[in-house]
């Protein structure tokens, strides 16, 4: 049974897109009948902007951060500590290691050193590409976007 908790995300786009994906990585990294309690909160505290606590022993536990960018950064960190690989844009590209132990551990603290974590891509890209790169950013610790031009058509 799968209990998730989200509290203080205000935007209820971004809740419904977290609670999506907290619910979709836990189907594909711990299968269909994973036993979770997950709780994700953002609070106020005088540390770095998106900074996040991972506080997780297997699939239950509590991520806190003081921004939504910091929520969606931790769960992705802690998917990484469960053995996901998010090598490149696009679930397709991600990989699931194998001999990890599902049920270890995690206490992790992390202020991002730099404020502008991100990229600007050139070139022409289709939407497609566009779409999921921006998905991916998160899962890498970014947090910004920016495309060069407005028309790609010179390129």
Same mark, same amino acid.
């Given at each position: 049974?799968?209990?998730?908790? %989200?509290?203080?995300?205000?935007?209820?786009?971004?809740?419904?897109?977290?609670?999506?994906?907290? #619910? &979709?990585?836990?189907?594909? *990294?711990?299968?269909? &009948? $994973? /036993?979770?309690?997950?709780?994700?909160? +953002?609070?106020?505290?005088? #540390?770095?902007? /998106?900074?996040?606590?991972?506080?997780?022993?297997?699939? =239950?536990?509590?991520?806190?951060? !003081?921004?939504?960018?910091?929520?969606? !950064?931790?769960?992705?960190? @802690?998917?990484?500590?469960?053995? $996901? *690989?998010?090598? *490149?844009?696009?679930? /397709?590209?991600?990989?699931?290691?194998?001999?990890? &132990?599902?049920?270890?551990?995690?206490?992790?603290?992390?202020?991002?050193? @730099?404020?502008?974590?991100?990229?600007?891509?050139?070139?022409? /890209? =289709?939407?497609?590409?566009?779409? &999921?790169? +921006?998905?991916?950013?998160? #899962?890498?610790?970014? !947090?910004?976007?920016? %495309?060069?031009?407005? !028309?790609? @058509?010179?390129?």
């Amino acid at each position: 049974m799968q209990m998730i908790k %989200i509290e203080g995300v205000s935007c209820a786009e971004q809740k419904q897109f977290l609670e999506r994906e907290i #619910k &979709d990585y836990l189907i594909r *990294r711990f299968h269909e &009948d $994973v /036993d979770s309690k997950i709780e994700l909160r +953002i609070e106020t505290n005088e #540390k770095a902007l /998106d900074s996040y606590s991972i506080q997780m022993e297997g699939p =239950s536990g509590s991520i806190t951060s !003081n921004t939504f960018v910091g929520l969606l !950064n931790g769960w992705y960190r @802690y998917l990484e500590e469960m053995g $996901v *690989r998010f090598v *490149r844009p696009g679930k /397709d590209r991600e990989v699931f290691l194998e001999n990890v &132990d599902l049920n270890k551990k995690m206490e992790v603290e992390l202020s991002p050193a @730099y404020f502008h974590r991100g990229v600007c891509i050139e070139g022409a /890209d =289709s939407f497609e590409n566009l779409k &999921d790169f +921006i998905d991916w950013l998160p #899962k890498i610790g970014m !947090n910004s976007f920016f %495309i060069q031009f407005e !028309n790609p @058509y010179s390129f």
